[in-house]
């Protein structure tokens, strides 16, 4: 298939071996590549009921068609694997640099099974891997460790590293690339250090061949000429993603005090605005991006003046500055820097602060700590990611931890996954996207807080809003297999998806037909769920939501299950 080498790298850690496979032309054209080919690959090469940190589960690195080309929004990669936050279908995406060199090792993915008997990382080019010894990382935290191992690679390669957190077997441990950027939610750092992976890097050059390089020019052009000066793009551009602060303050649906109110009194002190006044700002994005939503940050005043990070962004504000009531961005940024180095997930590391405070205030933890305390959270985060004292308990997750302090009811997840900052008591279709995503508590499977921020469907409305979600969610599953950035959503409707599939990749397929690849690939995400023990009846939300919060709302579980029902008999229709 145009737009793909049809050929994969399996990795053997026991062994220390690698080979090249042909991936079969049938698959590659039904699953398109990216997500499409992750899961066929996960479903594969997994066997049913496999502990998410045993060797015998699969780490799964995948490139799209459009991964390397002049698209716009194409620089990003995707990790597959069973997660070990869930139990069930692990997924996670990653922008920077990094994409294409992982392309350009002639693959189109990387599949990686077994241990290595010592801490190794892994150096891999177009002829294969160099297995070296990583022993003298042991500890290491993330920035510090993706420097020695390109320090060790040839010039001009890249890496995903994983920090202490992976290597203790966080359940909720990230993946780090180009110093800030993440492959953050479901543990994908911690099936790497049961792997006793450290990290590796890739480099190469080769290019596959795209099927009509003159349309892929007209796309590019057409979504440059829509995109460019769009008021969306201007915001991306000068606020960045905190500009969903003020948004979601003022629509009441901005997580806060652990889910208990959906309003935060000191939202100002979190905006893009602040932001904008209070740390020096330079926009900067992925290549080739004109959105530029990236802002790399310096703290000018305070405690942490000079402190230069990427971000924070607007789900990181929300999971350590919402939900633990932290009125200061400056306080929000420091504790971003040490989620990054320990190699932790934001958003889980927010939810779990903000629950141990609910726990501590219950009696069932003696590990003091309030809402607006910095240096307590960082002390809990630096307990987790070495899993000690009250650490070792968090660092198995919010499932698992709030079971053990009978605290269960109380837990806000899905499937052990925390959700997003978008308040599915408010915004009641996020209720829904949340409940379905076969992850966990997904945001970005559809995106569909932009339909009800946006006033595109009423927020309250429950009849006809699985329609527009699985629309959602389907041109987000074709994104996903090319891969493409979320935020061109706006530019690349279907009729544009279309065209650049067929630019891409030479398959003439109808709008229907691609509807159909992407209901395909969702349903067996949900059948690898289902086979992993995480069937129809985990498609629920946590019980708080059927509650009212400070502000009155709620989300019945009829409303709900009309929802599901309606969504369920969508998906099962276009099969």
Known sequence: MNGSFNKLLKIDLNTQSFSHEVIPQDMMQESLG???????????????????????????ITVG??????????????????????????????????????????????????????????????????????????????????????????????????GP????????????????????????????GSKNVKGISFYGSEKSSIADPDLMKKVVREIAAEGKNSPATKNYRTLGTPMQVAVTNSMNCFPTRYWQSGHFDQWEN????????????????????????????????????????????????????????????????WLNNLCDQLGIDTMSAGNISA???????????????????????????????????????????????????????????????????FEPRVLKGMGLSYATSARGACHLRGTFYKAELSGQMDKDQIKGKAELMVDYEDRATLFDCLILCRFYRDFILWDKLQMLVEATTGEHCTIAELRKKANRITQLTREFNAREGLGPSEDKLPKPFFRKNRQGAFISGSELKTMIDEYNLIRNHQC
């Open 34 to 60: 990216g997500k499409g080919l992750g899961i066929r690959l996960l479903f594969q090469e997994n066997p049913a009921g496999v502990d998410a940190l045993s060797p015998e589960n699969t780490f799964i």
């Open 355 to 421: 629950f141990a405070i609910e726990a501590y205030k219950a009696g069932k933890i003696d590990f003091e700590i309030d809402y607006n305390q910095p240096d307590k959270m960082a002390e809990l985060f630096k307990l987790v990611a070495n899993c000690e004292g009250i650490g070792a308990l968090f660092a198995e997750g919010i499932r698992s931890a709030s079971e053990k302090l009978s605290l269960a009811d109380m837990a806000i997840h899905v499937k052990g996954l925390e959700p997003a900052g």
């Open 165 to 192: 957190a992976g290597e203790n077997l966080v359940r909720f441990a990230c993946i780090k690339s180009d110093k800030w950027r993440s492959l953050g939610r479901g543990g994908m750092g911690a099936v790497l």
């Open 270 to 333: 979190l905006s893009a605005d602040y932001m904008q006044k209070n740390f020096e700002i330079a926009s900067r994005g992925c290549p080739p991006c004109f959105l530029k939503c990236t802002k790399k940050s310096t703290v000018k005043k305070g405690r942490h003046a000079g402190l230069e990070i990427e971000g924070p962004e607007y789900e990181t504000i929300y999971a350590l500055g919402g939900l633990n009531e932290l009125d200061s961005l400056e306080e929000v940024a």
């Open 65 to 162: 068609p459009v991964t390397g080309t002049a698209m716009w929004g194409q620089n990003r990669f995707a990790v597959f694997t069973k997660s070990p936050a869930t139990g069930g279908f692990g997924e996670s995406y990653c922008g920077g640099t990094l994409a294409p060199k992982i392309k350009g090792c002639g693959v189109d993915a990387v599949v990686i099974r077994g241990r290595a008997e010592t801490l190794t990382f892994l150096v891999i080019d177009k002829d294969g891997v160099r297995f070296e010894d990583a022993t003298a990382f042991k500890g290491m935290q993330t920035f510090e460790t993706e420097k020695q191992i390109l320090d060790r690679s040839p010039k001009g390669a890249g890496a995903m590293v994983i």
